[in-house]
DNA sequence: CAATTGTTAAACCAGATGGTTGACAATAGT
DNA sequence: ACTATTGTCAACCATCTGGTTTAACAATTG
Protein backbone atom coordinates (compact mmCIF):
# COMPACT_ATOMS: atom_id res chain seq x y z
CA UNK A 1 0.00 0.00 0.00
CA UNK A 2 2.83 2.49 1.07
CA UNK A 3 5.37 0.25 1.20
CA UNK A 4 7.16 2.18 -1.52
CA UNK A 5 6.66 5.59 0.56
CA UNK A 6 8.36 3.91 3.74
CA UNK A 7 11.84 4.31 1.29
CA UNK A 8 11.69 8.04 1.04
CA UNK A 9 9.78 8.46 4.47
CA UNK A 10 12.73 6.92 6.49
CA UNK A 11 15.52 8.12 4.34
CA UNK A 12 14.15 11.68 4.88
CA UNK A 13 14.29 10.69 8.72
CA UNK A 14 17.61 9.48 8.53
CA UNK A 15 19.72 12.36 8.70
CA UNK A 16 19.58 15.11 12.05
CA UNK A 17 19.45 18.00 9.96
CA UNK A 18 16.24 17.10 8.40
CA UNK A 19 14.55 16.31 11.86
CA UNK A 20 16.19 19.16 13.15
CA UNK A 21 14.07 21.11 10.38
CA UNK A 22 11.38 19.04 11.17
CA UNK A 23 11.00 19.96 14.31
CA UNK A 24 11.51 23.33 13.15
CA UNK A 25 8.54 23.57 11.12
CA UNK A 26 6.47 22.40 13.72
CA UNK A 27 6.66 25.52 15.67
CA UNK A 28 5.61 27.00 12.48
CA UNK A 29 5.79 27.06 9.29
CA UNK A 30 9.24 28.53 7.72
CA UNK A 31 10.93 29.45 4.27
CA UNK A 32 14.18 27.49 3.45
CA UNK A 33 16.43 30.41 4.33
CA UNK A 34 14.95 30.17 7.90
CA UNK A 35 14.80 26.53 7.64
CA UNK A 36 18.79 26.63 7.19
CA UNK A 37 19.63 29.14 8.88
CA UNK A 38 20.44 27.13 12.40
CA UNK A 39 22.71 24.83 10.91
CA UNK A 40 25.85 26.67 9.83
CA UNK A 41 25.37 25.61 6.06
CA UNK A 42 25.20 26.91 2.67
CA UNK A 43 21.88 28.12 1.30
CA UNK A 44 21.90 26.08 -1.58
CA UNK A 45 23.12 22.62 1.14
CA UNK A 46 19.69 23.31 2.88
CA UNK A 47 17.88 23.87 -0.03
CA UNK A 48 18.63 20.35 -0.99
CA UNK A 49 17.79 19.18 2.59
CA UNK A 50 14.35 20.42 1.98
CA UNK A 51 13.98 19.07 -1.44
CA UNK A 52 14.90 15.54 0.13
CA UNK A 53 11.97 16.25 2.95
CA UNK A 54 9.57 17.59 0.00
CA UNK A 55 10.02 14.19 -2.22
CA UNK A 56 9.12 12.29 0.63
CA UNK A 57 6.04 14.18 1.33
CA UNK A 58 6.56 15.45 4.44
CA UNK A 59 7.00 19.18 3.63
CA UNK A 60 4.65 21.16 1.26
CA UNK A 61 5.31 24.47 -0.17
CA UNK A 62 3.89 27.44 -1.65
CA UNK A 63 4.39 30.22 -2.59
CA UNK A 64 4.22 33.49 -0.81
CA UNK A 65 5.17 37.12 -2.16
CA UNK A 66 9.19 35.88 -3.16
CA UNK A 67 9.55 33.26 -0.66
CA UNK A 68 8.36 29.98 -0.70
CA UNK A 69 6.61 29.01 2.41
CA UNK A 70 7.40 25.36 3.58
CA UNK A 71 4.88 23.48 6.03
CA UNK A 72 4.98 20.34 7.58
CA UNK A 73 2.72 17.64 6.01
CA UNK A 74 2.76 14.84 8.95
CA UNK A 75 0.96 11.94 6.62
CA UNK A 76 4.03 10.36 5.84
CA UNK A 77 5.15 10.62 9.39
CA UNK A 78 1.77 8.53 10.13
CA UNK A 79 2.42 5.78 7.57
CA UNK A 80 6.00 5.47 9.04
CA UNK A 81 4.97 4.94 12.96
CA UNK A 82 2.01 3.23 11.85
CA UNK A 83 4.46 0.32 9.98
CA UNK A 84 6.52 0.44 12.81
CA UNK A 85 4.04 0.08 15.69
CA UNK A 86 3.62 -3.72 13.59
CA UNK A 87 6.83 -4.47 15.91
CA UNK A 88 5.19 -3.16 19.01
CA UNK A 89 4.91 -6.96 20.09
CA UNK A 90 8.60 -7.26 19.89
CA UNK A 91 9.54 -4.68 22.36
CA UNK A 92 7.07 -5.15 24.68
CA UNK A 93 8.58 -7.13 27.63
CA UNK A 94 5.03 -8.79 28.14
CA UNK A 95 5.39 -10.74 25.13
CA UNK A 96 8.94 -11.89 25.02
CA UNK A 97 8.07 -15.46 25.70
CA UNK A 98 6.20 -15.23 22.80
CA UNK A 99 8.94 -14.33 20.91
CA UNK A 100 10.57 -16.97 22.85
CA UNK A 101 8.14 -19.52 21.56
CA UNK A 102 8.10 -19.05 18.10
CA UNK A 103 12.18 -19.34 18.19
CA UNK A 104 11.71 -22.95 19.41
CA UNK A 105 9.40 -23.73 16.25
CA UNK A 106 11.57 -22.30 14.17
CA UNK A 107 14.98 -24.02 15.97
CA UNK A 108 16.23 -27.26 14.22
CA UNK A 109 19.94 -27.02 15.80
CA UNK A 110 20.61 -27.40 18.97
CA UNK A 111 23.49 -25.40 20.48
CA UNK A 112 25.04 -25.15 23.89
CA UNK B 1 19.53 10.60 24.42
CA UNK B 2 18.90 7.84 21.71
CA UNK B 3 19.30 10.75 18.83
CA UNK B 4 22.40 9.49 17.24
CA UNK B 5 20.91 6.22 16.79
CA UNK B 6 18.12 7.12 14.73
CA UNK B 7 20.23 8.37 12.16
CA UNK B 8 21.36 4.30 11.96
CA UNK B 9 17.82 2.91 12.52
CA UNK B 10 16.03 4.92 10.07
CA UNK B 11 18.15 4.15 6.98
CA UNK B 12 18.39 0.38 7.93
CA UNK B 13 14.59 0.87 7.95
CA UNK B 14 14.83 2.80 4.70
CA UNK B 15 15.82 -0.14 2.25
CA UNK B 16 12.86 -2.83 1.51
CA UNK B 17 15.22 -5.57 1.39
CA UNK B 18 16.18 -4.85 5.19
CA UNK B 19 12.85 -4.79 5.98
CA UNK B 20 11.95 -7.31 4.41
CA UNK B 21 14.47 -9.38 6.42
CA UNK B 22 13.17 -7.96 9.49
CA UNK B 23 9.99 -9.15 8.96
CA UNK B 24 11.41 -12.88 8.32
CA UNK B 25 13.12 -12.55 11.35
CA UNK B 26 9.43 -12.01 13.55
CA UNK B 27 8.80 -15.44 12.16
CA UNK B 28 12.07 -16.86 13.85
CA UNK B 29 15.38 -16.32 13.96
CA UNK B 30 17.14 -17.18 11.05
CA UNK B 31 20.59 -17.30 9.50
CA UNK B 32 22.64 -15.43 6.90
CA UNK B 33 21.59 -17.27 3.62
CA UNK B 34 17.55 -17.72 5.07
CA UNK B 35 17.76 -14.05 5.27
CA UNK B 36 19.28 -13.46 1.44
CA UNK B 37 17.40 -15.95 -0.10
CA UNK B 38 13.92 -13.92 -0.82
CA UNK B 39 15.39 -11.66 -2.58
CA UNK B 40 17.53 -12.89 -5.54
CA UNK B 41 21.16 -11.92 -4.50
CA UNK B 42 24.44 -12.80 -4.01
CA UNK B 43 25.34 -13.94 -0.84
CA UNK B 44 27.63 -11.01 0.16
CA UNK B 45 25.39 -8.79 -0.71
CA UNK B 46 22.65 -9.85 1.48
CA UNK B 47 25.18 -10.68 4.64
CA UNK B 48 26.03 -6.41 3.78
CA UNK B 49 22.40 -5.61 4.89
CA UNK B 50 22.44 -8.08 7.47
CA UNK B 51 25.77 -5.68 8.87
CA UNK B 52 23.60 -2.92 8.56
CA UNK B 53 21.23 -4.19 9.99
CA UNK B 54 23.25 -5.54 12.80
CA UNK B 55 25.26 -2.37 13.00
CA UNK B 56 21.60 -0.19 13.97
CA UNK B 57 20.92 -2.53 16.23
CA UNK B 58 18.12 -4.53 14.77
CA UNK B 59 19.60 -8.34 15.03
CA UNK B 60 21.80 -9.57 17.08
CA UNK B 61 23.64 -12.92 15.71
CA UNK B 62 25.32 -15.66 17.97
CA UNK B 63 26.99 -18.82 16.71
CA UNK B 64 25.61 -21.92 16.15
CA UNK B 65 28.04 -24.51 14.73
CA UNK B 66 28.84 -23.54 11.25
CA UNK B 67 25.76 -21.14 11.44
CA UNK B 68 25.80 -18.00 12.60
CA UNK B 69 22.12 -17.18 13.92
CA UNK B 70 20.45 -13.58 13.46
CA UNK B 71 17.41 -12.84 15.84
CA UNK B 72 15.45 -9.80 16.14
CA UNK B 73 16.00 -6.79 18.39
CA UNK B 74 13.41 -4.51 18.72
CA UNK B 75 14.66 -1.82 20.52
CA UNK B 76 15.88 0.39 17.85
CA UNK B 77 12.38 0.21 16.07
CA UNK B 78 11.16 1.30 19.68
CA UNK B 79 13.41 4.19 20.16
CA UNK B 80 12.06 5.19 16.60
CA UNK B 81 8.56 4.54 17.32
CA UNK B 82 9.01 6.88 20.51
CA UNK B 83 10.55 9.58 18.36
CA UNK B 84 7.56 9.36 15.86
CA UNK B 85 5.23 9.69 18.39
CA UNK B 86 6.27 13.23 19.30
CA UNK B 87 4.28 14.02 15.83
CA UNK B 88 1.25 12.23 16.55
CA UNK B 89 -0.45 15.44 17.31
CA UNK B 90 0.19 16.67 13.37
CA UNK B 91 -1.39 13.88 11.50
CA UNK B 92 -4.51 13.84 14.36
CA UNK B 93 -6.87 14.91 12.14
CA UNK B 94 -8.69 16.60 15.80
CA UNK B 95 -5.26 18.75 16.13
CA UNK B 96 -5.33 20.13 12.75
CA UNK B 97 -6.90 23.43 14.11
CA UNK B 98 -4.01 23.35 16.26
CA UNK B 99 -1.31 23.63 13.61
CA UNK B 100 -3.27 26.64 11.93
CA UNK B 101 -2.89 28.01 15.46
CA UNK B 102 0.73 27.35 15.41
CA UNK B 103 0.20 29.09 11.82
CA UNK B 104 -1.27 32.27 12.80
CA UNK B 105 1.29 33.02 15.58
CA UNK B 106 4.14 32.42 13.37
CA UNK B 107 2.82 33.84 10.14
CA UNK B 108 3.96 37.32 9.26
CA UNK B 109 2.82 37.91 5.63
CA UNK B 110 -0.74 37.76 4.55
CA UNK B 111 -0.97 35.57 1.26
CA UNK B 112 -4.19 35.42 -1.05
C1' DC C 1 15.14 49.49 -15.69
C1' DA C 2 18.03 48.52 -11.56
C1' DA C 3 18.76 46.80 -6.85
C1' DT C 4 17.71 43.56 -3.52
C1' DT C 5 16.04 39.29 -1.79
C1' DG C 6 14.84 34.44 -2.21
C1' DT C 7 15.35 30.48 -4.67
C1' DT C 8 16.94 27.23 -8.31
C1' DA C 9 20.35 24.86 -10.91
C1' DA C 10 24.78 23.19 -12.40
C1' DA C 11 29.42 21.63 -11.65
C1' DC C 12 32.27 19.58 -8.58
C1' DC C 13 34.08 16.80 -4.55
C1' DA C 14 34.67 13.10 -0.90
C1' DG C 15 32.59 9.51 1.00
C1' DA C 16 28.75 6.11 1.65
C1' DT C 17 25.56 2.52 -0.53
C1' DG C 18 24.10 -1.37 -3.01
C1' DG C 19 25.59 -4.59 -5.71
C1' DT C 20 28.91 -7.89 -7.92
C1' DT C 21 32.89 -11.48 -8.02
C1' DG C 22 36.62 -14.18 -6.21
C1' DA C 23 39.66 -15.78 -2.60
C1' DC C 24 39.77 -17.46 1.89
C1' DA C 25 38.48 -19.52 6.72
C1' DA C 26 35.87 -22.48 9.65
C1' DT C 27 32.80 -26.27 10.61
C1' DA C 28 30.31 -30.82 9.67
C1' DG C 29 29.99 -35.09 7.44
C1' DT C 30 31.98 -38.85 5.08
C1' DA D 1 42.18 -35.82 4.85
C1' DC D 2 38.74 -34.31 1.54
C1' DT D 3 34.38 -32.10 0.40
C1' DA D 4 30.38 -29.42 0.90
C1' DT D 5 28.30 -25.77 3.54
C1' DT D 6 28.35 -21.31 5.71
C1' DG D 7 30.20 -17.22 6.23
C1' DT D 8 34.07 -13.33 5.98
C1' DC D 9 36.81 -10.17 3.50
C1' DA D 10 38.69 -7.34 -0.13
C1' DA D 11 38.46 -5.37 -4.65
C1' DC D 12 35.74 -3.28 -7.90
C1' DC D 13 31.82 -0.66 -10.01
C1' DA D 14 27.88 2.59 -10.59
C1' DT D 15 25.13 5.45 -8.24
C1' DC D 16 23.52 8.33 -4.42
C1' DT D 17 24.60 11.65 -0.48
C1' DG D 18 25.83 15.68 1.75
C1' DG D 19 28.27 19.37 1.12
C1' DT D 20 30.51 23.28 -1.42
C1' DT D 21 30.79 27.33 -4.90
C1' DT D 22 29.20 29.94 -8.59
C1' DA D 23 26.00 31.51 -11.72
C1' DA D 24 21.33 32.26 -13.21
C1' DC D 25 16.42 33.09 -12.50
C1' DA D 26 12.19 35.21 -10.27
C1' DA D 27 9.65 38.58 -7.68
C1' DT D 28 9.33 42.74 -4.99
C1' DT D 29 10.79 47.42 -4.29
C1' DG D 30 12.12 51.67 -5.89
Redesign the pocket.
Known sequence: MVEYRLDTTF?AL??P?RRGMLANLALGDK???ELGEPF?????????????LEQAGLVE?R?A?????CSLKAEPLKEADSWLRQWETFWSARLDRLQELVEQHSKEEPNG
Chains 1, 2 share one sequence.
Open positions: RADTSIGAMSFAGAAKHVKVRKGRKQI
